[in-house]
């Protein structure tokens, strides 16, 4: 066996913080706000919207409805 022994900070050691510390309110605040302004953009973007092939075509009521209105010619004197 050899004499290995983990380097173990010293309690007494300040504790540093990272360069970006300060700013990590702000920063997850920040990326929170994108986050829900995305997923607003996405929701209202396609509200409304539907696939055309999921609607179901009207079925007319009679076939006289969609007969095309052309004038009948009236018998001349």
């Not at 300040?14 to 920040?30: D, E, K, N, S, Y």
Request: proline content about 18%; charged content about 15%.
């Amino acid at each position: 066996m050899t004499d290995y022994e983990p380097y173990l900070a010293d309690p007494a050691e300040p504790h540093r913080p990272g360069p970006l510390a300060r700013w990590q309110p702000l920063l997850t605040v920040l990326s929170v706000l994108l986050v829900v302004i995305a997923l607003g953009f996405l929701w209202l973007h396609s509200r409304g919207r539907q696939d055309p092939a999921l609607t179901v075509p009207e079925v007319p009521a009679s076939p006289a409805a969609t007969a095309p209105a052309v004038p009948i010619p009236s018998a001349a004197p």
